[in-house]
């Protein structure tokens, strides 16, 4: 093209050049004389979900479960009961600030807000030197909250507004959060977005609004908030699980002490110290009683046999009668005192009536004399000097006399045997069926023992 032809085409479309060019200008400008600026601000968490520490020693990780463990604090960040309380935090912060602060909030926002703010909201916040404990407010995020605010005055400001806005529908701060309003309504509040970094531990939340304070402040209510409501849930749950691991180990500790209870009661109502040693001891003991028993009967058995034997062979005349009649009244006599004297220093022996010595010494005496008048009774029938056997009576009377002793004293001892063995085999009735008891009582110890210990692991687990 050449010029000239260029210069005809300028001039045959300069009103259109002229008055486009024109009208652009006049409406970039329109639409830049009030310019709607929009700040963005991002925060992490650190969850600590998929590589955080654990009690549990040995846990493994689990993909499905750290994924539904994500999804769960992600769905309490996007929850509305979250961007309640954030939207509700956010308004008392801005309402207690004496002045207009770009940190907090814009000169220009702030002026807006007390414009449309009613003046009977103003009672609601709390203006009282409130001093409270630290450890019931949350923690200051990276120092972003206002100093010129006491803590306590705006936690309790918080609740107040909660308070009204479940009170009805009608009230200032439920509209507030539930219309149109650009910084603290759920509607604004909800375009917060919150996403997981890739596998990590870090969740970033992401908001844009036009106040670059207020971008910042609701992210920072947002993560304090956040962190609150995910912990109570955490707590709560586990305090579910400890309250109950400490009811079912107060009851196991109860059927513990119950069981040891039966176990004392049990021994000190049949006098046991150690039953194991004490049934072994009781088991020799009867063992040996039986045997010396036994060969005490044999041996009287043998004297008895003897006896006969040495009679049989003495055919003594009437007198010789008469004096055996005499010599064995005595011998009864002298098997009755014996007795009375093996019993006696029985009782003695076991410590029962240790004040008996001087009657035992004296039923000794009265058979030493006893002894002595059969002796001198036999005596008298020596003067027979033949036995109708024709054996000199002179050696069969002592050997008769002798088998005739011994046998009373092995009488009276087996007597003082037979009331022992009653009495030890009450004892022996006892031990035999405690042994069971014992060990049923002992089993039931065992397994609540082990069920407080398996149930004490589990708490200190939760």
Not at 387 to 411: H, R, S
Not at 427 to 442: S, V
Request: neutral net charge.
């Amino acid at each position: 093209m050449k010029l000239i032809e260029f210069i005809r085409l300028i001039l045959k479309h300069k009103i259109l050049l002229i008055i486009v060019p024109t009208l652009l200008a006049v409406l970039v400008t329109l639409l830049t004389v009030k310019p709607h600026f929009e700040y963005s601000s991002q925060s992490l968490l650190y969850t600590g979900l998929a590589s955080g520490s654990s009690i549990e020693m040995d846990k493994t990780f689990n993909y499905q479960a750290t994924n539904t463990a994500f999804d769960n604090l992600i769905n309490i960040i996007q929850s509305r009961e979250t961007q309640e309380e954030v939207g509700i935090r956010l308004l008392a912060q801005h309402l207690m600030l004496p002045k207009a602060n770009p940190k907090f909030i814009s000169s220009a926002n702030f002026d807006k807000l007390k414009s449309k703010i009613p003046k009977d909201l103003y009672q609601y916040i709390e203006k009282g030197k409130t001093v409270a404990n630290k450890s019931e407010l949350p923690e200051n995020s990276d120092g972003l909250f206002p100093p010129e605010i006491n803590r306590a005055n705006f936690e309790k400001t918080v609740q107040n507004f909660i308070a009204l806005k479940n009170s009805s529908n009608t009230n200032f701060v439920y509209e507030l959060l539930n219309y149109e309003d650009p910084h603290y309504s759920i509607k604004a509040i909800s375009s917060i977005t919150a996403i997981r970094i890739s596998n990590s531990d870090l969740v970033k939340l992401n908001y844009k609004v036009d106040d670059p304070g207020i971008c910042q402040q609701t992210l920072a209510i947002y993560n304090e908030v956040c962190i609150k409501n995910y912990r109570n849930i955490k707590e709560n749950r586990s305090d579910a699980v400890v309250k109950y691991f400490e009811r079912q180990l107060a009851i196991a500790n109860e059927k513990l002490k119950k069981g040891e209870d039966k176990l004392l009661d049990f021994n000190k109502s049949y006098n046991i110290i150690n039953y194991y040693e004490q049934s072994k001891a009781v088991a020799v003991v009867k063992e040996d009683m039986e045997v010396d028993y036994n060969k005490k009967r044999a041996e009287l058995a043998g004297l008895e046999a003897s006896t006969k034997r040495l009679e049989k062979k003495l055919s003594l005349q009437d007198v010789i009668q008469q004096k055996s009649n005499a010599v064995l009244e005595k011998k009864k006599k002298l098997g009755e005192l014996n007795y009375k004297i093996a019993l006696m220093q029985a009782e003695i022996e076991s410590g029962k009536n240790p004040k008996d010595l001087v009657k035992l010494e004296e039923f000794k005496s009265q058979s030493e004399n006893l002894l002595n008048d059969i002796s001198k009774s036999i005596n008298d029938l020596y003067s027979y000097q033949n036995t109708v056997d024709g054996l000199p009576v002179n050696k069969v009377l002592p050997d008769w006399m002798d088998n005739i002793v011994e046998a009373e004293n092995i009488k009276a001892k087996l007597k003082v045997m037979d009331t022992d063995n009653k009495k030890f085999q009450k004892q022996y009735e006892i031990y035999a069926p405690a042994g069971a008891n014992i060990t049923r009582i002992e089993r039931e110890i065992s397994v609540s023992e082990q069920e407080s210990l398996e149930i004490l692991h589990g708490l200190n687990l939760a």
